[in-house]
C-alpha cells in the first residue's frame, strides 16, 4: 500500500470512529437530560404524595397485562378466557393428574431391570410443622418404594420439635428415613452435603424441607433411567400458596436440556436427581455459591452427564411462602452476586475469556452473558431482492449507518427486477452505471453456478456503498434457496448472514450480538429478535410443528415488544430448534457442509430446514434477543395465502413434513409439549 493510500484508509477509519463517538456522545447527553427530567419529577412533593394511587395503578396496569401476556396459563387474551383455562390447568396438574389407587397399584408392583435405590437429600432448618409432614408425607406416598430419605437437621433448640416428627416417621419408614442431627446449621449448602455423607443410593436427589412432590416422580424418574439410561433427570414444576398445591402460582414447564438456556437461566432447577457417579468429588453444594448452590452444582453435573432427561409432567410443587425464594429473589439477594459468580466459573471451564454476565429486566438473575469475539472476521450479508427500492434502500442505509462492527460485505442478488427506482438505486449504490454492466455481461451469473458471464460487480468509486456492496445477477425464477445459495458462492467472508431487503437495523451492535455465538464450535445458526412496523414480534425462535400446517412457526408471535416472555424467555438467549432466514448468520464452512439452502423448498420453510440440518449435526442454534431489527414481513413477495401460492405452500409443507418426520413426532425439544401447537404464546394444552 502507497503512502497515499495508506493515509486515506486512515482517514476514512478516523472519521468513521469520529462518526461513531459523534453519535454516542449524543446519546449520552440525551440520557443526560432525560436523568435530570426524571430526577426533577421524582423530587417534586406532589409526586411523593401521589406514591400510594401510582402504585394501585401500576399493581392494576399489571393485571391487565397478566393476562395478555406469555406465561404458564396466562397466554390468553380475555379474563373470562383466562379463568376458564386456568381451572382446566388446576385440574389437569393439580391432585387430579396423581395416580388413581388402580395406577398407584401398577407403579408399585412393576419390576424394572435396574430397580435404583435414590437417595433424597432434605436439608432441615426450623422447618414448620405443616410444611414438614406435608413434605415427609410425599415420600412416603411415592409409588417407587426403592428410595431413602437422608434428613440433616440444623435447626436450632426453639424448634426441637423437628427431630421429634422425624423420628416418628423414621420409626415407621422400615428403615428408608435416615435421620441426623446436626451440632450447628451449616446452610443450605452444608446441611445438604451433610445428607451426603450417610446417603447409599446410586441416584441422589434433591428435595427442599417445604416443598412437595408429586407421588408418581420417581417412579418416572426410574422409568427413565431404565429406558433412557438417564443420569441427570428433571421435570417441570409450579409454585403454590396457602398449603393447596392446587392453588397454583406459576406453572413452569421447562424445554428440554439447553446448554445457552441454563447459563442464562437455573431454568432446570426441581426436581433434580442424577447418578452419584456424575459427582467429581464428596462435595455436592460448594459454600461459596450459597444462595446459588444449585445452579451451580446443576451446570457442574450436567457437563458431567451422558444423557440428560427432562420429564415434560408437572411433579414438583414449590411452596411460596415469606422467606423462600419461591416468594421472590428479593428474600435473599446474596444469591445474585452467587449466580453470576457459577456461571463465571462454568464460563472460564469451557474456555471463555472476557465476558460479561449482568443481570436482565426479566430478572437478576436472568443473565444477558456477552461473549468476547476472538479476531475480526469477515461478515459476508447476503441480500435477496426484486424491484423494492425503497425497502433495500432502507435495509443497506441502516446496515452502513449504524453498524459498530466494520468488517463486512454486503452481496445483493438481484432477481429480475424491472423498475426504473432499483435501477437508480443500484447505480447510487456502486458509483457505476450497473444497467450498462448488466447488458455488457460484467454483473450477471447463472443461476446455480458461477460459470456464466463472469460474475460479480464490486462497488467502485464514490457509490454509497463504495468498499462495502457487491450485486450478483440471478438469471433464473424466483427461487429463494436457490438465490441465496448463489450470492454465499461469492461471498468471500467467514461468517455468512442470510437478510431479507425488507428488515432495517434497530441495535448499532448487530452484529457482534450475533457474531459472538456464531464463532462458537457448537452452535450451528444464530437469529435475531425481528418487529413488525408496529413493534410486535415477528420473530423470537422457531418452533417446529407450531401451527395449522403442523410444520413450524415463530413463539411469542404478536406479542408486543416489551413482553418479558413466557418464563422471561424473551429476555436472554437461548437454544432453538430454528431462527428464520431474515436474519441469520452461520459460519460459511457450515453453510457449504450442509448443502446450504435445500433448493427444493423454493419459497418456504428453507430456513427451518437448513437449522434442522445443522441440528442433525449436533449443533446449537441461537435465538438472542440483544440483537433486534424491524422486519416489514412479505413487503418483497407478498403473502403466501391463496391461489398458487397458497398450494405452493402446501407442496413445501407436505415435503417437509415427509422430510423431518421422526422430528416432528418427537416434538420441539425447546417447546414443551404441554404447551399448544395452535398459538404461539405458549398457552396450555387441555386435555378432554
Known sequence: MSDLEYRNAYE????????LASRVAELEAKNEELTWKLDRIKNNPLWRISKPARNAMHWAIRQKDRLSNCGGVRGVCSKVAYKKREKEAMKQFGTESFPTPEQAAYERAERFPRMVKISILVPLYNTPREFLTEMLDSVMNQTYENWELCLADGSDTEHAYVGEICGEYESRSNSRIVYRKLERNEGIAGNTNACLSFATGEYIGLFDHDDVLHPSVLYEYVKAINEQGADYLYCDETTFKSGDINKMLTMHFKPDYAPDNLRANNYICHFS???RCLLDGDELFRPKFDGSQDHDMILRLTDNAKK??????LMYYWRSHAGSVASGIEAKPYAIAAAKGAVAEHLKKHGFEHFQITGTRAFETIFRIRYNITGTPKVSIVIANKDHASDLQRCVSSILEKSTYDNYEIIIVENNSTTKEIKDYYDKLLGMPYEAMVKSGQASCGARTKEHDGGILRSMGEGVGAGK??????????NYSAVNNLGVSYASGEYILLLNND??????NWLEELLMYAQRKDVGAVGAKLYYADKTIQHAGVVIGLGAHRTAGHSH??????????MGRLCYAQNVSAVTGACLMVKKSLYDEVGGLDEGFAVSLNDVDFCLKLREKQLLNVFTPFCELYHYESASRGLDDSGEKAERYNRESARF??????LLEKGDPYYNPNFSLDRSDFSLKING
Open 469 to 478: 456492496a457487491a450485486i450478483v445477477t440471478y438469471l433464473g425464477e424466483f
Open 557 to 566: 408471535y404478536k406479542q408486543p415488544r416489551q413482553n418479558l416472555g413466557y
Open 503 to 508: 428488515t432495517e437495523v434497530i441495535t448499532v
Open 308 to 313: 440428560i432427561v427432562h420429564i415434560p409432567r
Open 657 to 662: 413434513r415427509e422430510k423431518w418426520k421422526a
Open 273 to 275: 436427581v442424577f447418578a
Open 12 to 19: 476514512k477509519e478516523h472519521l468513521k470512529c469520529a462518526d
